[in-house]
């Protein structure tokens, strides 16, 4: 069949007059075709291209393993016994026998001070105890002289048959006597005084020398030969001493989140920058009560109180034995420690991306999918109070949930978490009590449903988990 085309008889004059011609009609079918093509090419690669492409999934197998369960905090190491040493006396250096880091033994001599006012004091002293003793025999003759005396009127009034001496001669000669008395015990009283005063230089003497008090090293010397010391209300610290470096403490500061976890005698090992690639142990000696912010709030200084309450931060400090006998670690140090909180031997273990994992489209059986933009997503809500289809996605949320392939497609199964270290979780079977039925009569009847498909599946080991998903994406 021809087909034609009616052109208006002016439009045709007017080409003719020009020249021109009217286009053959099959010239604009293949333009139009043309068109049409572009049209579906550009809709294929938009639409249709992966329009038979499926998900792939990507899985990992349950398997069972050892879990432990750490908790990290940051302390410093001290000494386990550290002393400050001082002096109660005032005066000048006259010299010093230990330096820093030198190894001192109990009773050793480590300074003295310049004790020649203080043996002119001790020769004063004792001066004044022999002058006392000598006044205790002057009085002992005087008491014997008086008594004497005494006795002697008492045997003339006798022989004089009570006529002489008078009774008022006699009450003198027995005065004198309680009066030489007297001056016996004071003399003794002064005796013992001039003893306490001799004593007292002495032990100032005494501690003009000063000597350590432990077995353990120097870390600190703060004087030098000739230097004076004044000692005032507070006794000046000289020098500063560590017992036995071998056996160390770690003081380190657990967060309140972890501190419900973290016991007496629990193993941890630590790291110091100094030797970054070897591990030292430990273990829990002491998990003190009070937090940082109950001795901030003690202290006298309000400065520091300050400065440790304005973080908002609540740690307990928790000391951990530390055993160096090869001398590596020093005092000071800061240390970043693991303690084990929990391990648990051959335990079925699921990785902790298989429970972050949901495959899209799907959610929990009773809980209702969030709905917002993403306004919504970073602007917070008022707390609303829970319905009954809430209180049962809640119950959900309170289980471990995973998702398995079947028949290639997703399917969720429920567990009971257990304890779990950032990588894994431990697997542990569930628990349904009559409790739980009931609940399960209070849910939709679908998804009801679907909590007992779910809870009937089990994990094993060896049971491939969704980790991830990898869909196609549009060239």
Not at 33 to 59: K, M, N, P, Q
Not at 155 to 174: I, M, T
């Amino acid at each position: 069949m021809e087909t034609e085309t009616n052109i208006n008889p002016d439009v045709a004059r007017m080409l003719e007059a020009h020249g021109m011609s009217a286009p053959p009609p099959w010239k604009r079918w293949i333009k139009w075709a043309a068109l049409a093509a572009l049209v579906l090419i550009v809709l294929y690669f938009f639409f249709g291209r992966h329009s038979g492409a499926t998900t792939h999934y990507v899985t990992q197998n349950v398997a069972r393993g050892d879990l432990t369960v750490t908790v990290t905090a940051t302390g410093n190491l001290e000494p386990r016994n550290q002393v400050d040493i001082g002096v109660e006396l005032s005066g000048t250096v006259r010299e010093v026998n230990v330096d820093v880091n030198d190894v001192v033994t109990k009773g050793q001599l480590l300074a003295r001070l310049d004790t020649t006012r203080l043996n002119a004091q001790v020769l004063q002293a004792r001066s004044s105890l022999a002058s006392a003793k000598a006044r205790v025999i002057q009085a002992d003759a005087g008491e014997k002289e008086a008594n004497a005396n005494y006795q002697r009127l008492l045997k003339v009034r006798e022989l004089s048959n009570n006529k002489l001496p008078s009774q008022q001669d006699l009450d003198v000669a027995e005065a004198a006597v309680a009066q030489a008395k007297g001056e016996s015990a004071a003399a003794r009283a002064a005796v013992d005084q001039a003893q306490a005063s001799l004593e007292t230089v002495l032990t100032d003497l005494s501690k003009a020398e000063i000597r350590s008090p432990i077995n353990g090293v120097v870390l600190v010397r703060s004087i030098e030969p000739g230097q004076t010391v004044a000692s005032s209300l507070q006794a000046p610290v000289l020098f500063t001493l560590a017992e036995d470096l071998k056996k160390m403490e770690l003081h380190v500061s657990v967060d309140e989140a972890d501190v419900g976890s973290v016991e007496t005698g629990q193993k941890a090992t630590f790291t110091v920058d100094a030797f970054p690639n070897r591990r030292f142990n430990a273990h829990i000696t002491q998990v003190h009560f009070a937090s940082s912010n109950t001795k901030s709030s003690s202290s006298s200084s309000s400065s520091s109180a300050g400065s440790a309450t304005s973080t908002g931060v609540v740690t307990y400090e928790t000391v951990l034995e530390v055993d160096n006998e090869d001398l590596l670690l020093r005092p000071g140090m800061t240390a970043t420690a693991e303690i084990v909180t929990t391990s648990i031997q051959d335990a079925l273990l699921i990785p902790n991306a298989a429970l972050r994992f949901t495959p899209p489209g799907e959610g929990m059986p009773g809980a209702q999918q969030s709905q917002g933009n993403a306004l919504s997503a970073i602007m917070p809500r008022m707390p609303r109070r829970p319905n009954a289809n809430q209180q049962q996605g809640n119950t959900a949320r309170r289980m471990g949930r995973a998702w398995i392939l079947e028949n290639g497609k997703p399917a969720l199964v429920m567990f009971r978490p257990g304890a779990t270290d950032g990588r894994f979780t431990q697997v542990l079977p569930l628990q349904q009590g009559p409790e739980f039925e009931e609940r399960l009569k209070n849910m939709p009847p679908e998804v009801a449903e679907r909590m007992k498909q779910a809870m009937g599946r089990t994990l094993e080991d060896g049971t491939p988990v969704i980790v991830d998903a990898e869909v196609p994406k549009k060239s």
